[in-house]
């Protein structure tokens, strides 16, 4: 049985950074049963500039962005299955996890969070896996 | 279909023991994803903090309760995000790691990044339900 594959077009070019910033890769591609969402950074989904800030305001704007990205996907935050969640600095976990809170009010994804040294001078980045 | 698989032992959620927002695990598309496990005693939830090694056992056994809890078990993770605290350290894991998948390993990666609470490391797997 082949599975298919398919490149998600996002509802708002902002959020695609292979146009913004050249990046070789699709926002979201969608196989089988899932939808695959790249390491998303906090960018302004008006201009598609990034948009820095604390780990509490990157945290918002991404997880925003991941949900209009997940809607234009037919999918949902209500959806994502598994999250994995990058910050520049494991002391700022709390301020990360308690606007993560917001997002996820019920039965939480599963996920793994970890510090690691990001690109652009950004502080996080969040990757997903959502159903269809 | 998404489905929370709840901790199978209260020292394994670790939303309530630390308040992570998160679910031990999620069920969806015939795959079982697990939040990375860290060495906590599954009774107590207290932090195990140890050795790469003792820290890997602790977890693999951790991850063997919450897999079995929910029908799958070690022998079918398909995939496995290894994060230790410091790359020199990689041998040592691989000793631990060998054990607890020696036949038809899962796929895997190894990184070397800050994880929580200072364990030196963190197992991130998903699994065939």
Do not use: W
Not at chain 1, 50 to 60: F, I, N, S
Not at chain 1, 88 to 99: A, F, T
Not at chain 2, 116 to 124: C, H
Request: aromatic letters at 6%.
């Amino acid at each position: 049985m082949m599975l298919s594959r398919q490149v998600i077009e996002p509802n708002n070019p902002a959020f695609d950074q292979s146009q913004q910033f050249g990046l070789l890769l699709s926002p979201a591609v969608r196989g089988g049963d899932f939808v695959f969402l790249s390491g998303m950074a906090a960018i302004d989904p008006a201009t598609g500039a990034p948009a820095h800030g604390t780990v509490a305001a990157e945290t918002r704007q991404i997880l925003t962005n991941i949900g209009e990205l997940l809607e234009a996907a037919g999918s949902s935050l209500a959806k994502v299955v598994k999250v994995n969640v990058l910050i520049y600095s494991m002391l700022e976990y709390e301020n990360m996890n308690s606007v993560f809170r917001e997002f996820f009010p019920t039965d939480p994804p599963a996920r793994t969070v970890c510090g690691v040294k990001l690109i652009g001078g950004h502080k996080v980045e969040i990757e997903c896996i959502a159903l269809a | 279909m998404r489905a929370v698989i709840p901790a199978p032992v209260p020292g394994l959620d670790l939303g309530r023991e630390y308040g992570h927002h998160q679910s031990p695990a999620i069920r969806a598309g015939g795959l079982i994803f697990c939040s990375g496990m860290v060495a906590i005693n599954p009774d107590t939830g207290e932090r195990e903090h140890g050795t790469v090694t003792s820290e890997a056992r602790r977890i693999f056994e951790n991850l063997k309760l919450l897999l079995e809890s929910a029908g799958s078990s070690l022998d079918r993770i398909v995939q496995v995000h290894a994060m230790i605290y410091d790359r020199i350290e990689y041998d040592v894991l691989n000793r631990v790691y060998r054990q607890y998948v020696p036949n038809a390993p899962p796929a895997r990666t190894v990184m070397s990044v800050q994880i929580e609470a200072g364990f030196k490391v963190m197992l991130d797997v998903t699994a065939a339900a």
